[in-house]
Structures are given as structure tokens and as C-alpha cells.
């Protein structure tokens, strides 16, 4: 899944969508790998994920991410980030 971060936010929060991309913000700093495993936490929390079943793929220096997703399908995620994002 494709991740555009946001680091060094007010609040945790995943904002919309940018670019194709999920736009997660997160109020840890890009030092020492923070900002990558608050937005891991965060979207293990927000999807509903063990910890085993998502990390970071790509991008840990980059604000363009992919997260690797284990245990659902494709189309299950997409049905679920749509009810999420809404409209």
C-alpha cells in the first residue's frame, strides 16, 4: 500500500488520500526511524492489524512509502479504506 507521510504533525491522524497515495500524519520527527514506526502503528491501529501483519516496505528516508500488508486481500483493503475514508 502506497503511504505519503507527514511528519512532525499536531496529531496522529490518517488525513485523506494524496496522489494515489494514503496520507498519514504523525507528530513524531523524521529522526532515528520515529516518524516510520509511529505511521506503522498508527495504521496498525486505524486497520485493525496484529503487528505481524504489517511493515514498512519501502521509503524509511522518503515521505513516499509502501507498507506491506499480510492477511488481506487487495479488495478487502480497499473496501475497507473506503469505508473508512468515506466519501
Same mark, same amino acid.
Given at each position: 500500500?502506497?503511504?505519503? %507521510? ?9 488525513? /485523506? =488520500?494524496? /496522489? /494515489? %497515495? ?8 523524521? =529522526?532515528?526511524? *520515529?516518524?516510520?514506526? %509511529?505511521?506503522?502503528?498508527?495504521? *496498525?491501529?486505524?486497520? /485493525?492489524?496484529?503487528?505481524? =501483519?504489517?511493515?514498512? %516496505?519501502?521509503?524509511?528516508?522518503? *515521505? ?5 500488508? *499480510?492477511?488481506?486481500?487487495?479488495? =478487502? ?11
Amino acid at each position: 500500500m502506497s503511504i505519503r %507521510a507527514q511528519p512532525g504533525a499536531r496529531k496522529n491522524a490518517v488525513v /485523506g =488520500e494524496h /496522489g /494515489g %497515495a494514503l496520507k498519514v500524519a504523525v507528530t513524531a520527527p523524521p =529522526e532515528d526511524g *520515529r516518524a516510520n514506526a %509511529a505511521i506503522v502503528e498508527l495504521l *496498525r491501529d486505524w486497520i /485493525g492489524l496484529k503487528r505481524s =501483519e504489517i511493515e514498512l %516496505a519501502t521509503g524509511p528516508t522518503n *515521505r513516499n512509502k509502501q507498507v506491506l500488508i *499480510r492477511g488481506r486481500s487487495p479488495e =478487502e483493503l480497499a473496501t475497507l479504506l473506503a469505508s473508512k475514508l468515506g466519501p
